[in-house]
């Protein structure tokens, strides 16, 4: 490596350090589940996980990785389109349509290129596209892709604000096109997009409405089929991205879930799709047999909702305030990044596994613990972690 980039890149590591914000990897020596084996710790509860449902290490779901690997092999040796595509990659991709509530679904290597997919593919000169605030980096880095390809039009609404939406809704009438992406439920605050209201937006002003549903597929809604069966408009929304990488098994992938002309489009046009290698077949077999876990047992679903409502009302008569909401996700505010970080470190040292996000991923003066919950938590876990949490809040004096 040339010695000038190595050492430039050692001072900004070498600041990330000294501000505070330089992100160490804890190494697991077991499934992830509510407890792991964490190198150098032992047995550790995980409050920082995406496996809403406790899939990730579910019997049904590892043979279905199995079986595909043994099926299949380890993967397809190139792109789709030019050696061929695995059965097993149509069979996940018409359950993944048929949960959420689509025509159709294509599948990519991860959320993020689901994303990036769509909207550098789909986008031309002329169209109008406005993200809610606080979408996720992937929409973001998707729409500024599009908008150097295409030189389209872009504009942010504040979150959630449907006066605002509206308004540069009314301002882009005469947009070729007007897309609206919003995520379902967004990450760092754990609240719901207002999907009937954007819905009735987009009638009026005859937009197409783009969901990123990767905290809800699985979470949300009786049977877990994402925040449009929350809001009961399953089979409404235009575009419906999502992952497989957190409730749907946890492994790794993406889709993108419309009509067929939209999927078939995207077979022929979307780069990741056209220059990436189709799903690893194990990949492609856990998170079909999730689906399926899903669909047969909605009271996992339940489950997580029962969990979620418990550790809410624990944690806040402990003395803390979470931001409000209905979701597994529950962010505690603490203020500055150094105390969100020292926080988390505190209950590692208490034998529990939670995040501390700062600035620049929240703004200033907005640093959070971000607890997450699974169906696999027993109530003793849950009070488990509340005991740690008042324990460590006493001593920063939080509580």
């Known amino acids: 490596m040339n010695p000038n980039f190595a050492t430039q890149l050692s001072g900004a590591i070498d600041a990330f350090k000294r501000d505070g914000v330089y992100?160490?990897?804890?190494?697991?020596?077991?499934?992830q589940a509510a407890h792991v084996r964490m190198e150098g710790r032992g047995d550790v509860l995980i409050l920082s996980s995406n496996n809403y449902l406790g899939l990730s290490a579910e019997p049904a779901v590892i043979k279905g990785g199995k079986d595909a690997?043994?099926?299949?092999?380890?993967?397809?040796?190139?792109?789709?389109f030019i050696c061929g595509t695995f059965t097993v990659h149509r069979e996940l991709e018409r359950a993944l349509a048929r949960f959420v509530g689509t025509e159709s679904s294509l599948t990519y290597v991860s959320a993020w290129n689901a994303n990036e997919g769509f909207t550098a593919t789909v986008v031309e000169?002329?169209?109008?596209?406005?993200?809610?605030?606080l979408n996720h980096a992937s929409i973001i880095d998707s729409i500024r892709l599009a908008k150097a390809i295409?030189?389209?039009?872009?504009?942010?609404?504040?979150?959630?604000?449907?006066?605002?939406?509206?308004?540069?809704?009314?301002?882009?009438?005469?947009?070729r096109r007007r897309i609206v992406w919003t995520d379902g439920v967004f990450s760092m605050e754990g609240d719901i997009a207002r999907l009937p209201d954007i819905l009735e937006l987009a009638r009026q002003y005859d937009a197409i409405v783009v969901m990123d549903d990767s905290h809800g597929t699985g979470v949300l809604g009786e049977r877990g089929r994402g925040t449009a069966e929350f809001h009961s408009v399953l089979g409404e929304v235009d575009v419906i991205t999502s992952t497989l990488g957190k409730a749907v098994g946890g492994a790794a992938g993406g889709f993108t879930a419309g009509a067929e002309a939209l999927t078939d489009y995207?077979?022929?046009?979307?780069?990741?799709?056209?220059?990436?290698?189709?799903?690893?077949?194990?990949?492609?077999?856990?998170?079909?047999a999730?689906?399926?876990?899903?669909?047969?047992?909605?009271?996992?679903?339940?489950?997580?909702?029962?969990?979620?409502?418990?550790?809410?009302?624990?944690?806040?008569?402990?003395?803390f305030k979470p931001i409000p909401g209905e979701t597994p996700i529950v962010p505690i505010i603490v203020g500055e990044t150094a105390l969100a970080i020292k926080m988390s470190e505190m209950m590692l040292d208490d034998g529990i596994f939670v995040t501390g996000f700062g600035y620049p991923v929240v703004p200033q003066g907005h640093a959070r613990i971000r607890c997450q919950l699974s169906a696999a938590h027993t109530r003793d876990d849950l009070d488990t972690a509340v005991r740690a949490f008042t324990r460590v809040g006493r001593k920063l004096g939080l509580v």
């Open 69 to 80: 690997l043994d099926t299949f092999g380890a993967g397809t040796g190139s792109v789709r």
């Open 266 to 288: 995207l077979t022929q046009r979307s780069r990741p799709q056209l220059f990436s290698n189709a799903l690893p077949p194990t990949v492609a077999g856990s998170a079909l």
């Open 125 to 133: 000169e002329g169209d109008f596209v406005i993200s809610d605030a």
């Open 150 to 175: 295409t030189k389209c039009t872009t504009a942010v609404y504040q979150h959630s604000d449907m006066r605002d939406l509206e308004s540069k809704l009314a301002g882009a009438r005469s947009a």
């Open 23 to 31: 992100k160490r990897l804890n190494y697991l020596e077991s499934p």
């Open 290 to 319: 999730a689906v399926t876990f899903i669909e047969q047992h909605p009271d996992r679903v339940e489950r997580l909702r029962e969990n979620t409502k418990y550790f809410r009302g624990a944690i806040t008569e402990a003395g």
